[in-house]
């Protein structure tokens, strides 16, 4: 904007001063030399409730401006005005009944013949709807990348999030020299669970066993996932031979006590689910490949025993 704006505009101006003061957009022009307002739009008063008389220096307008927001928005715009170059900045703008709206200042900074500033030339623009809309989207983006982890039927992560957070437990017990063990858990019979209840009946029963196998995962880095199927898995960070056995055990005891009526499986009455446990020490030298192998194994060998058990590393 080339014609500067002043309170004292004269009449052949008036028209623009007309048209400036009707948009919902409000104009502004602070003098550099002594950071006074020469100019505010009225509008501001319906915005923000401050009246323009209140808009005295740009002190006035620092102090309207959210604490949090207020260090980096006026050092951001003191920078780009001395270095003479137009910018943008938004921020939360304090209302004079102690609310917020969020702000964006378009900034073009008006230079003397040796490049210096002269004065600020602006509008501030009201973008609280914008951000609301932002804030939702990021929201939806949260929710949407939550839901990639899930598992859609037991609502329990997913293979997905399985394999993220093996990979950061694996690097965590090589770098720490820390034992890792992997409890894989497959339900007895499931196939013929399904033949005999109906697909219905058989996602029910998925949903109760992952609800109660979640219960098992007690500490804090626990994690428990359905690893597909019929078949699901724990990572125990931290936790040896012997304390991963005790877990197992805890599994296999919840979900038979849990009492879901089995009456074509050939172990029990109830369903019930047959366990595999391995425990490592891995060093860099060792595969999380290998290690899914080999309790992957163990379960194999759980079903062999007869199913309803637990096998172990030799």
């Not at 401050?50 to 928005?73: F, G, L, N, Q």
């Not at 437990?169 to 196939?191: C, G, H, Q």
């Not at 005891?253 to 369903?271: C, M, N, R, T, Y």
């Not at 689910?273 to 080999?294: L, Y």
Request: one cysteine or more; proline letters at 4%.
């Amino acid at each position: 904007m080339n014609q500067p704006i002043t309170s004292q505009m004269e009449p052949d101006s008036a028209v623009y001063k007309t048209l400036l003061e009707s948009t919902k957009a409000i104009p502004w022009k602070i003098d550099w030399a002594s950071m006074k307002f020469a100019y505010i739009g009225p509008q501001i008063e319906a915005l923000l409730g401050w009246t323009p008389e209140s808009w005295v220096t740009a002190e006035d307008w620092a102090m309207r401006i959210h604490a949090d927001d207020r260090e980096a928005v006026v050092n951001f715009c003191i920078s780009q005005s001395k270095a003479g170059v137009d910018h943008e900045a938004d921020y939360r703008a304090l209302t004079r009944d102690g609310e917020h709206i969020w702000i964006r200042d378009v900034v073009h900074v008006v230079r003397n013949d040796d490049g210096s500033p002269n004065a600020l030339i602006g509008f501030m623009f009201d973008i609280t709807e914008r951000k609301k809309t932002e804030a939702r989207l990021i929201e939806l983006q949260k929710e949407l990348e939550a839901l990639s982890y899930r598992d859609g039927l037991t609502n329990v992560a997913n293979r997905r999030m399985f394999d993220s957070a093996l990979e950061v437990e694996w690097a965590n017990a090589v770098n720490n020299r820390t034992p890792l063990s992997l409890i894989m858990l497959d339900i007895d019979y499931f196939k013929q669970f399904n033949d005999h209840y109906g697909h219905i009946r058989g996602d029910e029963c998925l949903k109760q066993v992952a609800s109660v196998l979640e219960k098992s995962a007690t500490r804090t880095r626990d994690f428990f996932a359905r690893y597909g199927g019929e078949e699901f898995v724990l990572i125990l960070p931290e936790a040896d031979a012997k304390a991963a056995l005790q877990v197992a055990q805890r599994c296999r005891k919840l979900v038979q006590d849990e009492g879901i009526p089995h009456a074509k499986s050939q172990v029990a009455e109830v369903v019930t689910i047959s366990v595999g446990v391995s425990t490592m020490f891995p060093s860099p030298q060792d595969h999380r490949i290998a290690f899914m192998e080999q309790v992957d194994q163990r379960l194999y060998k759980a079903k062999q025993l007869g199913r309803n058990c637990i096998a172990v590393d030799e």
